[in-house]
DNA sequence: GCGATTGTCAACCATCTGGTTGAACAAGGT
DNA sequence: ACCTTGTTCAACCAGATGGTTGACAATCGC
């Protein structure tokens, strides 16, 4: 898993991680402050926090003892950038799909309405 | 990994996997095709399909012998979804940061300029 | 029916993941 | 100097993941 989409993906496939960056979009905070609505140990939130920050989700500064942490939000870019990417391409697909369709449908229609017309 | 996000966001973790769903856009293909380019077995594409599937972004019918995949585009929607969500409310906050940083600026300035005006 | 084609299921293996605990490191307060 | 607070590192464990190979199921063409 070596290129950064994989791993912002992966970051985000957590439901704890994911829960982190939302409480982050408001306010930087500590490792502490993290850890504290989930029931797990200090030291599991420290390894969530590696994960985001190798997926360049976070970055961590120092302030005395504390390591705030802070949001990345332009990576997210990344990745709406290839969602979007891809959708619009399956839209556009949908879109001809269903214009060939509706030729069709004509195609069916229009004969017995016109049937001398052809040759 | 119960929820569906999680699972999208984690099927969307592998590049192997995004090249699959990439190529789906254009049209549906079968298993033997999608597996063509890469250089696993077809069990390995099958399981990669699999998670796809449970992932719900596509889906299988049959037809004869073959299989071919179909790609549900609107789950892709249930990311940019949360994502643009919590990248509007990170980019809402820098904005009030930045009017904040330029409010200390005013004080920083303003005061030299103004030094009798107060009590 | 028989063989070829297309794909899945099952068992196995190495590696990654998310959690644990215990020890260590870093910096501030006293 | 020492203790407390905040955080990370190291070792370990159970379970998931991505790959393999071998057997089997389903369906067409003959």
Tied chains: 1, 2.
Excluded: C, N
Excluded at 15 to 29: C, Y
Excluded at 91 to 99: G, I, M, V
């Amino acid at each position: 898993m070596a290129d950064q989409l994989s791993r912002v993906f992966a970051a985000l496939a957590d439901p704890t991680r994911r829960d982190m960056v939302a409480r982050l979009t408001g306010a930087d905070h500590t490792v502490g402050e993290l850890a504290e609505p989930y029931d797990v140990s200090l030291q599991a939130v420290s390894k969530h926090l590696k994960v985001l920050e190798d997926a360049g989700l976070v970055s961590r500064t120092r302030d005395a003892q504390r390591r705030p942490v802070h949001l990345e939000a332009e990576v997210l870019d990344l990745m709406t950038a290839w969602i979007e990417r891809y959708r619009r391409r399956a839209e556009e697909r949908f879109a001809r799909l269903d214009s060939v369709l509706a030729a069709m449908q004509d195609d069916a229609e229009g004969p017995t309405q016109q049937e001398g017309t052809a040759s």
